[in-house]
């Protein structure tokens, strides 16, 4: 007789969960500031950062007026590859503004690899964990939910046989 899983898959917890709290809208606001260049180009991901959505608009910050001039032009073109990326129309507009464009630092993983150092999972757990994260799709992300599962599965394994 085979056991239930310990995990269920993320994906299918973050695609119940966020239309029910309202969170689709945060959730692609992360998506756009993580992987703007690739959905913008690196050309307007230079000069323009998204900065939130309200009311189905994305707020984007655009380096200066020549660039919001430009950007008014290219609005439909952008539009369509957000919708791309996000798979759905969850931004039915655009409203650029003038402002600084500073590079978001990335999160450092000192915290969270230190934490991880508690239990050495063993091959079992990482296989399990891993096919548990398959589905998904950023890589980054996949293989910090592998770890954080993998951790778990290990301090779960290591109390039971105490």
Known sequence: MRRGSFFAPVSS???????????????????????????????????????????????LIVENSVWLQQLVFLKPTLLEKIHEAAGSQLISDIIFRVGEITSEPRETQGHTDEALQLADPSPESLAQAAAHAASVKDPDLRAHLTAVMAQALALRDRSRSK
């Open 13 to 59: 917890i973050l695609t119940n969960l966020a239309p029910r709290f309202g969170m689709e809208a945060k959730l692609l606001e992360w998506r756009l500031r993580r992987h703007w260049s690739d959905i913008a180009g690196e050309q307007i991901a230079g000069h323009t950062r998204p900065d939130q959505i309200r009311f189905k608009k994305l707020y």
